[in-house]
C-alpha cells in the first residue's frame, strides 16, 4: 500500500513535517508537550543557595524548556532576636555566620568572604526580598533571577549590605531598572503582600530549609 504523507525532518532545526504540502502542521521535536511547574524556594542571603548557583544556572539553560520555574522566596531571617536562628549550624548571632559562610565557600569554592556578618552584618533578608518580588511581578521571573543572582555577588564576593535600601537600588540601576522607584515599591504595601504570599506558598510546600526544589 502506498503511503502518501511522506514526513520531512529537519535535523537542524528538530522539527517534522508532511511533504508536499503548502501548510503543514510543524511538531516541534525540542518542546515538550506538557511542562512541569518547578518551585525553588530560597532566600537572598543563603550561602548554600549561592554555591549550588552555578549548577543550578547551567540546569536552567539546558533543561529550562521543561519548566515553568517560579522563585519562591523562603523568609531566613527576619531579624536578630538574641536566641538560636540556625542551631543545627550552631548559628546564634550574625558572628556564627561568618564562620559557616566561609565554610560553605570552601567547599563549594564559590568565592564568600563572610566578614561583613562581623563588620556590619545584614539584619533581615525581608528587604533584598520584597525587591524581588517586586521585580519577578513587574518584570518577570528572568529578570527577577538576575536580580538574585547579583544580590548575592555583593553579598557573598564583595561584602556590601544587601539588607540596607542604597546597596539595593544600586544593585537594581545596574540592572537597567529604575532602583530607586522598585526599591521604594517594595517598603509598601504590596511589597509585604507579595512577600507573605510566598511565605504561605514556602508553609504549603513543606520547605524546611534552602535551597529546597519542589515539582508539581
Known amino acids: 500500500m502506498k503511503n502518501n504523507n511522506n514526513m520531512i525532518c529537519d535535523l537542524e532545526k528538530g522539527v517534522c ?3 508536499g504540502e503548502d501548510e503543514v502542521e510543524v511538531i516541534d521535536l525540542n518542546q515538550p508537550s506538557k511542562k512541569i511547574d518547578l518551585y525553588y524556594v530560597t532566600d537572598p542571603i543563603c550561602s548554600h543557595c549561592w554555591a549550588i548557583e552555578p549548577t543550578l544556572r547551567r540546569f536552567m539553560k539546558q533543561y529550562g524548556h521543561y519548566f515553568n520555574f517560579k522563585t519562591v522566596m523562603g523568609g531566613l531571617l527576619e531579624k536578630w532576636h538574641g536566641g538560636p536562628i540556625d542551631p543545627a549550624n550552631g548559628i546564634n548571632g550574625p558572628a556564627d555566620v561568618a564562620g559557616h559562610w566561609r565554610e560553605v565557600g570552601e567547599h563549594s569554592r564559590m568565592p564568600i568572604d563572610g566578614s ?10 525581608f528587604p533584598p526580598s520584597r525587591v524581588h518580588k517586586i521585580i519577578q511581578k513587574h518584570h518577570g521571573e528572568e529578570k527577577a533571577f538576575e536580580y538574585l543572582h547579583r544580590a548575592r555577588e555583593v553579598l557573598f564576593a564583595f561584602n556590601k549590605n544587601i539588607g540596607e535600601a542604597a546597596v539595593l537600588v544600586e544593585i537594581v540601576n545596574e540592572m537597567g531598572l529604575d532602583g530607586k522607584v522598585i526599591v521604594k515599591k517594595a517598603d509598601e504595601q504590596t511589597g509585604y503582600d507579595l512577600l507573605n504570599e510566598d511565605f504561605v506558598l514556602t508553609r504549603q510546600l513543606g520547605a524546611r530549609g534552602f535551597p529546597t526544589i519542589y515539582h508539581g
Request: net charge negative.
Open 17 to 19: 513535517g508532511v511533504a
Open 116 to 125: 561583613l556578618m562581623i563588620d556590619n552584618p545584614v539584619q533581615s533578608s
